[in-house]
């Protein structure tokens, strides 16, 4: 135990990471606190990351942040799922919605129900069971009561950097410019004491965020802490990025299109679209990627397309000394299911958790690494099931994906579904009714359902199927537009 009281802290970083840790803090724990963030205008921020999961809805509670005020700052839409084309066969599509499909019994899930009604010609697709996917399908949307739909936002990252950063300051958060040249260790215990600035400014702490993006300077450049390599389970290293002119209604749900070599994002916000292709450099140049990308947009650029190159992994210790790396310093996974703001929030809310206010203990650390590792592993193996199950053999990147060996508790997952459509969700993790959708979306089918299905008749299965599904139609045909919602609600000036 390091009995040194955390009084100071220092974020070093001003991306989505940073501010999000900083407005965090400040407005829940920072009364007795003095919390400096330093950022570089020199350097910026990584310029992406407008796609959302709902958990951000229940952090923006905990910040008491007011929703239309955030939207309306952050040009932001809603987003009920994400629409995977030409990924389990070319030019097909399925939806991973964010809510449950039909109802369980306490014995078995929905999906039994649905594969025998499937297999006796009583069901239609699966996602017709699910309110959030036909909301986005036919792209309606409101907030209902009683855990109505579940959603979650689109947004530009930039302005709710600058929207956290008006929370922050105004809870006494002291932002410093400049860029850091040295972080300084105590010889004796190893532990940051200070962060030099390429201006003389000296910057003293006694708990430290790493939220300095994929440069990593405190957690590995100082540190030296290691990262995990995950590279082998998941191929692709480059993203391209660009903005364009809006020339459609928003859609409320992101849209992952796949391509021969990987695949390309569309998020659409109230004024532009953010577009962006992830792919593999093994299996095509970034001129080549670019030039896919510029192809397959349909509004006129805005930006300049710029290249992003990452490492798919994590460090070995995302708590390290009296350093905790939050962001894309504590890791990259690609953003097929947008899930690195959520993974920045819950290392955030942990924190806030385990804050170390009497001094850090090991103890604590090791929770805490443990607990972040679980959020990571059971995401990153969410994103394999992507790549390992699908009908795509038709190009080298897609035989490759296929062919990989995936971590073992993906293997079991997979063959469990297959065998029994049996899907378990464990010890809390983030996907829950997502990994069966998912499975099925990219075509996995269970080779057999549970045997409490045949106590009913096929005209009472029948009956319960079409019940789901009329109250599905019935909710969403009374829904407004997603557009006419956002207008009404939360329209930017
Ligand atoms: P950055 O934005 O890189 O910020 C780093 C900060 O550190 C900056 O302020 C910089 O100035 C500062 N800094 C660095 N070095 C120094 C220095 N020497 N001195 C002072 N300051 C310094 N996530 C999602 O949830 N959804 C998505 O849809 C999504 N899409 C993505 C698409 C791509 C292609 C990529 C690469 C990522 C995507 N992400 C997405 C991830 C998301 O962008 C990041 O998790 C998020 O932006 C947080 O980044 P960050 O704050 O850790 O890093």
């Known amino acids: 135990m390091n009995t040194n009281q955390?009084?100071?802290?220092?974020?070093?970083?001003?991306?989505?990471?940073?501010?999000?840790?900083?407005?965090?803090?400040?407005?829940?724990?920072?009364?007795?606190?003095?919390?400096?963030?330093?950022?570089?205008?020199?350097?910026?921020?990584?310029?992406?990351?407008?796609?959302?999961?709902?958990?951000?809805?229940?952090?923006?509670?905990?910040?008491?942040?007011?929703?239309?005020?955030?939207?309306?700052?952050?040009?932001?839409?809603?987003?009920?799922?994400?629409?995977?084309?030409?990924?389990?066969?070319?030019?097909?599509?399925?939806?991973?919605?964010?809510?449950?499909?039909?109802?369980?019994?306490?014995?078995?899930?929905?999906?039994?129900?649905?594969?025998?009604?499937?297999?006796?010609?009583?069901?239609?697709?699966?996602?017709?069971?699910?309110?959030?996917?036909?909301?986005?399908?036919?792209?309606?949307?409101?907030?209902?009561?009683?855990?109505?739909?579940?959603?979650?936002?689109?947004?530009d990252a930039t302005r709710y950097g600058q929207f956290l950063r008006k929370i922050a300051e105004s809870c006494g958060v002291n932002r410093v410019e400049g860029k850091i040249s040295d972080v300084n260790l105590n010889s004796e215990t190893g532990f940051i004491e200070s962060l030099s600035l390429t201006n003389g400014t000296e910057v003293q702490g006694d708990l430290f965020l790493d939220c300095t993006g994929q440069r990593a300077l405190l957690i590995e450049g100082a540190l030296h802490t290691g990262f995990e390599d995950w590279s082998h389970w998941l191929l692709n290293n480059s993203a391209v990025a660009v903005q364009t002119e809006s020339v459609e209604t928003p859609k409320?749900?992101?849209?992952?299109?796949?391509?021969?070599?990987?695949?390309?994002?569309?998020?659409?916000?109230?004024?532009?679209v953010g577009n962006g292709i992830v792919y593999c450099s093994q299996y095509v140049s970034d001129e080549e990627a670019k030039q896919t990308l510029l192809n397959n947009i349909d509004g006129k650029p805005i930006t300049e397309p710029f290249v992003i190159k990452y490492r798919t992994g994590m460090r070995r210790k995302h708590w390290h000394k009296n350093c905790i790396a939050v962001g894309l310093s504590s890791g990259f996974l690609e953003p097929l299911e947008s899930t690195s703001i959520h993974l920045i929030q819950q290392s955030v809310v942990r924190l806030l958790r385990m804050f170390p206010q009497q001094g850090i203990s090991e103890d604590d650390v090791e929770e805490f690494n443990q607990q972040?590792?679980?959020?990571?592993?059971?995401?990153?193996?969410?994103?394999?099931?992507?790549?390992?199950?699908?009908?795509?053999?038709?190009?080298?990147?897609?035989?490759?994906?296929?062919?990989?060996?995936?971590?073992?508790?993906?293997?079991?997952?997979?063959?469990?579904?297959?065998?029994?459509?049996?899907?378990?969700?464990?010890?809390?993790?983030?996907?829950?009714?997502?990994?069966?959708?998912?499975?099925?979306?990219?075509?996995?089918?269970?080779?057999?359902?549970?045997?409490?299905?045949?106590?009913?008749?096929?005209?009472?299965?029948?009956?319960?199927?079409?019940?789901?599904?009329?109250?599905?139609?019935?909710?969403?045909?009374?829904?407004?537009?997603?557009?006419?919602?956002?207008?009404?609600?939360?329209?930017?000036?």
């Open 252 to 272: 409320p749900y992101t849209r992952s299109i796949a391509h021969d070599f990987g695949w390309q994002w569309r998020i659409p916000l109230q004024h532009r």
């Open 372 to 493: 972040t590792r679980f959020d990571w592993e059971t995401t990153r193996d969410f994103i394999i099931l992507h790549y390992k199950v699908h009908n795509r053999d038709d190009t080298p990147f897609w035989r490759h994906c296929q062919n990989i060996d995936i971590p073992e508790g993906l293997a079991h997952r997979i063959k469990l579904f297959k065998n029994t459509g049996r899907v378990f969700r464990k010890n809390n993790e983030l996907f829950d009714d997502s990994w069966m959708q998912v499975m099925i979306g990219q075509g996995l089918i269970p080779e057999s359902y549970h045997p409490i299905v045949d106590n009913m008749s096929d005209d009472e299965l029948k009956r319960f199927l079409d019940h789901i599904k009329s109250n599905i139609t019935n909710t969403v045909n009374a829904l407004p537009a997603h557009k006419q919602f956002v207008d009404k609600y939360c329209l930017i000036k």
């Open 6 to 155: 955390v009084k100071k802290v220092v974020i070093a970083g001003g991306g989505t990471a940073g501010w999000i840790a900083a407005a965090a803090i400040a407005k829940t724990i920072g009364k007795n606190l003095e919390i400096t963030l330093v950022e570089s205008d020199e350097i910026g921020t990584v310029g992406v990351g407008e796609a959302t999961i709902p958990t951000l809805q229940y952090f923006h509670q905990l910040l008491k942040i007011n929703e239309a005020e955030f939207l309306k700052a952050t040009h932001g839409t809603f987003k009920l799922g994400i629409n995977f084309e030409s990924w389990r066969n070319k030019n097909e599509d399925y939806l991973h919605a964010f809510g449950t499909t039909g109802n369980d019994c306490w014995a078995a899930g929905f999906q039994h129900f649905w594969l025998k009604g499937k297999q006796k010609g009583l069901a239609s697709d699966f996602g017709d069971y699910c309110l959030e996917q036909v909301a986005a399908v036919k792209e309606k949307f409101a907030q209902l009561p009683n855990n109505g739909l579940n959603y979650a936002y689109h947004m």
